[in-house]
């Protein structure tokens, strides 16, 4: 019964390659979320999506793609990556109330190490 | 622009102390909100409270309290009688109105909280 679920939970993978990290939620929210957070615990927007726009934070290599097959999909795609690209991926969701935004649910982190 | 600023990057209390976490944003928007998460050492984010700018209310919820002045732009967090289960980094985060930013929570930079025995 997780609202939010992310896969995998890890994820290591070398330089140059392209991967996929999946995220589905289960409480009906019409709005997601890829939040990146680095060793330092800092935690960055990626990106936001409904089903209305894709919203990017702009500096996000254009690497990052994310990609909704439907309402409560939103998987986060890499190509080629690198080094710095090491950090935990934080999927969320949110009902977009008109102009009262709920609070974020977050998904589990996915800890991604590139080599 | 939104800018989240948490002075405290560590902090160690004893258990049963009373502890504060400071936060103080930036933004130009006149209607706003304001968040705390939890993320424990297992990693997971877990919301603990949303405030909006309207409402200057403190907030108790157990041993938590926070505490909301619009004047200095803070959004101070209490931890009453804290346990070791308190233990965690808490992110204090922002998020406009305006929903043409996607509802994008801009988050600050998070305190460790050390809680010992």
């Known amino acids: 019964d997780t609202a939010v679920s992310q896969t995998p939970k890890y994820l290591v993978t070398q330089m140059g390659n392209d991967k996929s990290i999946k995220c589905e939620q289960n409480l009906g929210h019409d709005t997601m979320y890829w939040y990146k957070q680095d060793s330092k615990k800092f935690l960055k927007i990626m990106f936001s999506y409904n089903n209305k726009e894709l919203i990017i934070n702009e500096t996000v290599p254009n690497r990052f793609s994310p990609k909704s097959p439907d309402k409560a999909h939103l998987n986060l795609h890499i190509n080629s990556l690198e080094l710095g690209d090491s950090a935990v991926y934080f999927c969320?969701?949110?009902?977009?109330?008109?102009?009262?935004?709920?609070?974020?649910?977050f998904g589990n982190g996915t800890r991604l190490t590139v080599t | 622009a939104q800018k989240v600023t948490q002075a405290q990057t560590e902090i160690s209390v004893v258990e049963k102390e009373d502890v504060t976490l400071d936060c103080v944003y930036e933004?130009?928007?006149?209607?706003?909100?304001l968040f705390w998460y939890k993320q424990p050492p297992s990693g997971e984010l877990v919301f603990l409270i949303r405030r909006n700018s309207f409402d200057e209310q403190n907030e108790i919820s157990g041993r938590y309290s926070w505490n909301f002045q619009k004047s200095t732009s803070s959004f101070n967090f209490t931890i009453t009688a804290s346990q070791v289960v308190d233990s965690a980094v808490y992110f204090c985060a922002l998020m406009p109105q305006n929903n043409n930013a996607g509802n994008m929570l801009t988050f600050g930079g998070g305190t460790r909280l050390m809680v010992k025995p």
């Open positions: 933004t130009r928007d006149t209607t706003y909100y």
């Open positions: 969320a969701s949110s009902q977009d109330y008109g102009t009262i935004p709920s609070p974020l649910h």
